[in-house]
């Protein structure tokens, strides 16, 4: 069980609302936006403590707290749940909020700089990357990035 230290300063930046509205956490947040603050000199994820808070024993270890408004800052215990990581990477896939990346063709990719007839270009050209740069209108580093990422499809 937490110290009773450690529950009152997890209290102290919660922004404690309706009993079925979120409770933001008003403390620092890392950088997927999930509470967190040190105690004693130890740190702690604040949506953890408020489910341990709520179980009234410590997560499982191979157990996480699960956010079912899907707010990393919430701290209202009846949103949290605790659960195994397949789980919670399940419920995000389901809910829409974790879609399998795939990779979009150049031509489909509303950001490509580059055809794909271009791209075939540099890479059979003897040209610099600073003249093939300037010839296309795009940075070094672009014309650096396909030729190493060429190079390295070779390799394999």
Request: with cysteine; proline share 6%.
């Amino acid at each position: 069980m937490l110290p009773a230290t450690v529950i009152a300063e997890f209290w102290k930046r919660v922004d404690k609302r309706g009993p079925d509205e979120c409770w933001p956490w008003r403390g620092s947040r890392n950088q997927k936006g999930y509470g967190q603050f040190v105690h004693d000199g130890k740190a702690y994820t604040a949506n953890r403590v408020a489910l341990e808070i709520k179980l009234g024993r410590p997560i499982k270890p191979d157990h996480q707290s699960m956010h079912q408004c899907d707010h990393p800052w919430c701290q209202n215990d009846r949103h949290l749940e605790e659960g195994t990581n397949e789980q919670n990477a399940k419920e995000r896939v389901d809910r829409g909020l974790y879609a399998r990346r795939r990779k979009v063709p150049r031509a489909e990719n509303p950001n490509a700089k580059l055809s794909d007839e271009q791209v075939a270009y540099i890479l059979a050209s003897p040209l610099n990357g600073p003249r093939m740069a300037a010839k296309f209108n795009v940075a070094r580093s672009t014309i650096n990035r396909i030729r190493k990422r060429a190079g390295q499809r070779r390799k394999r």
